[in-house]
């Protein structure tokens, strides 16, 4: 053990880890967690985490070499990451965890997604009978649904976890009361959003410290935070969900912190006490599709993630890669992801309201109908209807339904939410895997970047406006799948996904970006396991993604708009949009994945250039 200690510490990937290590051995230090370099790739054995942020990875590798599992250190990782990445995910929003239990050989997937408050009706985002501007709701108190985080994981922690939530959150609470050192991406994501923080004197204390971002290089503290993590820490959720926590998060929404010189007036929320105190994580059975040979799970509704990523690879089964050339094949996924987004946009929303048709839209026969709608020779000129997989429905849909449903119908009458989406800069993947063999794939989110921009004053985190991801339809009366409803959950697009061969671990994904998380997944799917290409590359690979908009066009990052590949497509009548640069990087999701290799060692990947680069770390091995 001690020779694997010095071998790792002598590798710059785990620097970090060491140097941690040193300062946690040292509780008087008060000096900033260090920023080591970044390795988008490790291989190695004993376990391995990868996110966008080095101190959350070695969070995750902390607590593995401890001797805790992939969930504890999933969890610890989304610690830290509501310190160093606030933007993206923390406490004030929620996620979809997917979990491979070794020892019982099964997947569940824990549903914490955030919920509307039961005071909220579909006519509140109407104004004079019209959608009010979304640009409105985003930074409102409206657009808070319940946050979901604290109690997913004391849910995951205390059902297949081995460590507490007093343990986990250690390492975020260090961070955030020592402070990290601050990189160009934070400083690019607190400066697109200086104009909203600036309306809340809360958001402006802990964000515009000074009234500007802090620079680069600068320390960064949240010792709100840190004080909001230690309450959870000794009081489990319902510190969180009960208590002055509660008590602070609805008075935010319902009387927000304005800056005595904010700009404009913001709408304010419903939430009260008891939508806090009723908040349950659900935890659910997976959505499981086989590939070529592979079973791919993914979590179900209320994210479409799973169900669109299994309906597209169905779709796209139909097709052999080695029998056609690469942009062939590349036009079949284009096609397949836009057949799978007019389904899931019509017909996916939280289970628990409508109907959602699972067994049609995973059935291989409803597959081979719906691929008819695909011409082998040209890309569809503009948006395609849904089709129906009702016909294809085995069973009823087991999920009990509340008085207030409606029939899930076509999406064409909906102003899609994810027209708003601005692709990666929201939302953040972790993937962990332990040396017993168990996996998490795990999404977690605020929705837009900085969220509804309220920081609870006092507690030092943002609050999320998840609830935009409900669809407004032009009319209040007009029905969907996806509207607001009381306690409802809103759709999501996240796709944390698990890939298995012969009941063995393969693969383990995941990605922000909006809904453009769904075409990440598939692209890096389709161009590691049908194109061959190793884990990482097919990571980095410049991105396309088609999502039935009204114009027909997908969005593709500038390196794929110049490749010969895209030239080609345009041939086919593929119509391009540029999803990037955003503030000098390329703009579309940023993957963390684990391959789990033939001779047991595990490669654990990161983005090398999105969002600034990711940290990829094995508990024993090297940066390769
Ligand atoms: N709100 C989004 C969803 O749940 C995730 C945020 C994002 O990445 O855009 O699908």
């Not at 209320?302 to 690879?313: F, I, R, W, Y």
Request: proline share 8%.
């Amino acid at each position: 053990m001690r020779r694997l200690f010095i071998a790792v510490c002598t590798g710059s990937l785990l620097a970090f880890a060491c140097a941690h290590d040193k300062a946690a051995s040292s509780p008087a230090s008060s000096s900033p967690v260090p920023t080591p370099p970044l390795t988008p790739q490790a291989t190695g054995q004993g376990g391995a985490a990868s996110t966008v942020d080095v101190r959350a990875t070695a969070a995750a590798i902390e607590i593995l070499k401890g001797g805790g599992n992939a969930v504890d250190a999933a969890v610890a990782a989304a610690g830290v990451l509501g310190v160093t990445d606030p933007y993206s995910c923390g406490i004030g929003g929620g996620g979809f965890m997917l979990i491979y239990l070794a020892d019982e050989k099964r997947v569940v997937a824990i549903d914490h997604r955030e919920t509307a408050p039961r005071a909220m009706s579909r006519e509140f985002f109407y104004e004079g009978g019209a959608p009010i501007p979304m640009m409105e709701v985003l930074t409102s108190g409206l657009s808070a649904g319940v946050p979901g985080m604290v109690r997913g994981w004391e849910v995951a922690l205390q059902r297949y976890g081995t460590r507490g939530l007093s343990e986990v959150l250690q390492p975020g609470i260090r961070v955030a009361e020592r402070g990290f050192e601050v990189d160009q991406f934070f400083v690019d994501q607190t400066t697109r959003n200086v104009d909203r923080f600036k309306l809340f004197s809360s958001t402006a204390r802990v964000y515009l410290p000074g009234g500007k971002p802090t620079p680069v290089g600068g320390i960064f503290t949240n010792p709100d935070m840190a004080k909001t993590y230690r309450l959870v820490a000794e009081g489990g959720s319902r510190a969180f969900y009960q208590g002055e926590i509660a008590r602070a998060i609805v008075d935010t929404l319902t009387n927000p912190p304005m800056a005595p010189d904010a700009s404009r007036k913001v709408r304010l929320g419903v939430m009260q006490l008891a939508d806090l105190e009723d908040y349950e994580a659900r935890v659910r059975e997976p959505v499981k599709t086989t590939y070529r040979g592979y079973t791919v799970y993914g979590v179900g509704a209320p994210t479409s993630g799973g169900l669109a990523v299994s309906l597209a690879l169905n779709l796209l089964e139909g097709y052999e890669p080695a029998s056609m050339s690469r942009v062939d094949f590349l036009h079949r996924y284009l096609e397949s992801s836009r057949l799978a987004f007019a389904d899931r946009t019509a017909y996916v929303g939280d289970p628990e309201y409508v109907d959602v048709p699972v067994d049609g839209l995973l059935s291989k026969a409803y597959a081979i109908e719906r691929r008819k709608a695909i011409d082998p020779a040209r890309a569809a000129p503009r948006e395609v209807p849904a089709g129906n997989p009702f016909a294809f429905q085995v069973d009823p849909s087991p999920a009990p339904r509340m008085a207030a449903t409606v029939p899930a119908v076509m999406g064409s009458a909906a102003l899609a939410a994810a027209e708003l989406d601005t692709p990666d800069r929201e939302t953040t993947h972790i993937v962990t895997s332990d040396k017993a063999g168990n996996v998490v794939s795990y999404t977690c989110t605020i929705e837009f970047e900085g969220g509804d921009g309220i920081v609870v004053p006092g507690y030092g985190f943002l609050l999320n406006n998840e609830l935009t991801d409900f669809d407004v339809p032009k009319s209040p009366t007009a029905p969907h799948a996806n509207i607001p409803e009381p306690g409802k959950r809103p759709r999501s697009s996240i796709s944390p996904t698990l890939v298995f061969k012969d009941g063995a671990p393969v693969l383990a994904l995941g990605s922000p970006g909006g809904s453009t998380i769904i075409t990440t997944v598939l692209q890096t799917l389709v161009n590691h396991l049908d194109f061959g290409m190793p884990l990482l590359e097919a990571v980095a690979a410049p991105r396309v993604s088609q999502r039935n908009s009204a114009d027909g066009a997908s969005q593709a990052e500038p390196e794929f708009l110049a490749s010969p590949e895209a030239a080609a497509l345009k041939e086919k009548g593929h119509v391009f949009g540029n999803a990037g640069p955003v503030a000098g990087m390329n703009a579309i999701g940023a993957v963390t994945a684990i391959r789990f290799n033939p001779d047991g060692t595990v490669t654990v990947v990161a983005e090398p250039k999105r969002r600034g680069g990711g940290s990829a770390m094995v508990v024993e091995g090297a940066a390769k």
